[in-house]
């Protein structure tokens, strides 16, 4: 009966992304059944990565929903995404996603938050990549300029046959890192900001990719990036 609440609960919001943390308590079929609902009101499936499936209409802002226990203070989706959510009330910049609207409901032992959030694209897999360069070398504490010569290094050391790909990735790459270092200081200031609160850490890139999507104008925004 509880499930069946909380199936219906989720079905009735506007756009949903289920933490896959939620698999943990929410069985195959109870997922499939939740897909089919949506389907049914005219939503669909437009991705899905280490935390996340998203469900959407053509247009509007997704709503975000993150499943927490009530009795666990960490390792759940949730808690990460209010860590992130306290950073932005108090950070003005461009690289932070819109978003509006949290509210909390329980039911049972689960705390169910849901959030407005802005619609957001995925990067390229050059911008992707230019990405990890740059969080690696902000969590060193290294300056832009080490982001840029790493980058540099692209092409050094390949084979004739394979060079002329990789010097054009290796321009690709000089250009999307010129065009978003402002993002740079950004991400300095998220890992001083994690390293200020207990058991949080920054989860900016991680073998599944990173959390950094765009906006529709180009603009680089990070979406979820602790871990708590």
């Known amino acids: 009966m509880k499930s069946?609440?909380?199936?219906?609960?989720?079905?009735?919001?506007?756009?949903?992304?289920?933490?896959?943390?939620?698999?943990?308590?929410i069985n195959k079929q109870t997922l499939a059944f939740l897909q089919k609902q949506l389907s049914a009101k005219g939503y669909s499936n437009i991705g899905k990565g280490v935390d996340a499936i998203v469900f959407a209409k053509k247009t509007g802002?997704?709503?975000?929903?993150?499943?927490?226990?009530?009795d666990r203070k960490t390792d759940d989706a949730a808690s990460g995404f209010l860590a992130f959510a306290k950073f932005c009330e108090n950070v003005k910049s461009p690289h932070l996603p819109k978003f509006?609207?949290?509210?909390?409901?329980?039911?049972?032992t689960e705390e169910i938050?849901?959030?407005?959030?802005?619609?957001?694209?995925?990067?390229?897999?050059?911008?992707?990549?230019?990405v990890w360069v740059?969080?690696?070398?902000?969590?060193?504490?290294?300056?832009?300029?080490?982001?840029?010569?790493?980058?540099?290094?692209?092409?050094?050391?390949?084979?004739?046959?394979?060079?002329?790909?990789?010097l054009r990735k290796r321009n690709i790459q000089l250009k999307?890192?010129?065009e978003?270092?402002?993002?740079?200081p950004l991400m300095k200031k998220l890992i001083k900001y994690a390293g200020s609160v207990k058991n949080l850490s920054l989860d900016l890139i991680n073998d599944s990719g990173v959390n950094v999507m765009k906006r529709r104008d180009g603009t680089w925004v990070i979406t979820d990036p602790f871990v708590l």
């Open 61 to 70: 802002d997704v709503i975000k929903v993150l499943i927490g226990e009530r």
């Open 176 to 178: 999307i890192a010129g």
């Open 113 to 130: 938050y849901q959030v407005s959030v802005e619609r957001l694209y995925n990067l390229t897999e050059d911008e992707r990549d230019v």
């Open 134 to 166: 740059m969080a690696q070398y902000a969590e060193d504490n290294q300056s832009f300029v080490d982001v840029i010569n790493d980058i540099k290094q692209i092409g050094n050391d390949v084979l004739p046959q394979y060079q002329k790909d990789q």
């Open 4 to 25: 069946q609440k909380r199936i219906l609960l989720l079905c009735n919001k506007l756009v949903i992304n289920i933490s896959m943390r939620v698999y943990e308590y």
């Open 100 to 108: 509006s609207n949290i509210t909390k409901t329980t039911i049972g």
């Open 180 to 184: 978003n270092k402002s993002i740079f």
